[in-house]
Nanobody, 119 residues
């Protein structure tokens, strides 16, 4: 299992950008599929983006395609979420998650970082 710590959240105006980071501990980080999820107030946690172990396969929620980019640096045990053209509806707590290749679900989660987009 890996431990995850997110950073980079904050307050930004609509149309602005933020980059989230997620630092992972654990020797097997490079084998894990990594993802970002978000949870808005009063709503369920939803998928935002994910990235394969090599960084070559990415997946995005329709709501963020073309605006968000997920990437990873296995040498630094870190993944990133570059968020551009932010909208008020992107306001949420953003969570980093890791999926052990032996399993089908994301089993390790960070504590979350708040992103607030003002109109």
């Amino acid at each position: 299992q890996v431990q995850l710590v997110e950073s980079g959240g904050g307050l930004v105006q609509a149309g602005g950008s933020l980059r989230l980071s997620c630092a992972a501990s654990g020797r097997t980080f490079s084998s894990y599929r990594m993802g970002w999820f978000r949870q808005a107030p009063g709503k369920e946690r939803t998928f935002v983006a994910s990235i394969g172990w090599s960084g070559g396969i990415t997946s995005y929620a329709d709501s963020v395609k073309g605006r968000f980019t997920i990437s990873r640096d296995n040498a630094k045990n870190t993944i990133y979420l570059q968020m551009n053209s932010l909208k008020p509806e992107d306001t949420a707590v953003y969570f980093c998650a890791a999926r052990d290749p032996r399993y089908t679900a994301f089993g390790s989660w960070g504590q979350g970082t708040q992103v607030t987009v003002s109109s």
